[in-house]
């Protein structure tokens, strides 16, 4: 095989109470690439389509990750990458980390698999961390693994993955703002309470526990965030209006890695589509341009499209 061409989803990271460790992948919604192999060794980026993006290697998510990928199995040739860019950056659904993502897990298709899913986001993380000023994979790992993921470790990288209940369906509303994710991360504050902190991961545990045991009632007591949204969902226009809207459907309601897009679970696709449309009803009383989605949670992650 010389040539492939992926969907590269995009990603909800931290599920309101999970920062930085918890995400799931999206069903609808993602990039397209085509990556394939070339006589002149190296990594080139020959086309981008959507979004206006650098074409330097070094200064492209995709790039970067494709290029730590490429430094550690020294292959005799050379890949070039062509990028579709569907999801719009810093819309916070993981537009870099599809880039990153999609990049490295296409070219290790490309040389016979010789990395695993864990090996594939470690690269994948470098690509990241010019994006958002840091090495995390919240959003790498469901793209790469699918569903949902939680990032036991960073150093060394170790990915768990979590079961998804069959009627879990997501609803995200894009508003059409950007913020970017290292501005985002520079909002929180650097010590938490303590009182806040147990609550917190009590959410976590419970909503791991919940996902495992397709406990609807149990995800809608642990989808709250005690720690980052109170500060993050300031830079969201509307954001209370749509959680409370969403949250007549739902089972919980929270900003989509760092926002602007908002997103909230729902069992079943009827009650997913209530909720877009409650949404929507929100948003359509502003000025601000936006985007809805409904999707499955995506089990399988990336996917090769020819």
Not at 56 to 79: C, H, I, R, T
Not at 153 to 181: F, G, R
Not at 184 to 198: G, H, N
Request: proline residues 5%; charged residues 20%.
């Amino acid at each position: 095989m010389n040539e492939i061409k992926i969907f590269s989803p995009a990603t909800v990271a931290n599920v309101s109470c999970g920062f930085d460790v918890l995400g799931f992948c999206l069903d609808t919604i993602g990039d397209e690439m085509i990556i394939r192999k070339t006589d002149k060794k190296g990594i080139y980026i020959s086309k981008i389509e959507g979004h206006d993006l650098p074409f330097e290697v070094e200064k492209n998510v995709a790039g970067v990750s494709a290029l730590a990928l490429y430094e550690d199995a020294q292959p005799n040739f050379g890949f070039e990458i062509e990028i579709y860019k569907k999801i719009k950056p810093g819309s916070g659904v993981g537009s870099s980390s599809a880039s990153a993502a999609g990049s490295v897990f296409a070219i290790n298709e490309l040389l016979g698999k010789p990395y695993n899913k864990t090996q594939l986001t470690y690269f994948a993380m470098k690509g990241e961390a010019l994006a958002s000023g840091s090495e995390h994979a919240d959003n790498i790992a469901p793209a790469l693994f699918g569903g949902f993921t939680l990032v036991k470790s960073v150093t060394p990288i170790e990915v768990l993955q979590i079961p998804t209940p069959s009627n879990l369906y997501v609803t995200v509303i894009h508003p059409q703002i950007e913020i970017k994710t290292s501005e985002a991360r520079a909002i929180l504050p650097k010590e938490v309470e303590l009182k806040k902190a147990i609550t917190q991961w009590a959410n976590v545990g419970s909503l791991v526990h919940a996902l495992h045991t397709n406990d609807y009632q149990l995800i809608k007591r642990s989808l709250e965030d005690v720690i980052v949204e109170p500060h993050r969902s300031k830079l969201i226009p509307f954001f209370n209006d749509v959680k409370l809207a969403a949250n007549t459907y739902a089972l919980g309601t929270g900003i989509s890695g760092s926002g602007p897009s908002i997103f909230a679970l729902s069992e079943g696709i009827e009650n997913a589509k209530k909720v877009e449309q409650a949404i929507r009803n929100v948003y359509s009383k502003t000025d601000i341009a936006f985007e809805t989605y409904v999707s499955k949670i995506n089990v399988q992650g990336m996917k090769i499209l020819s």
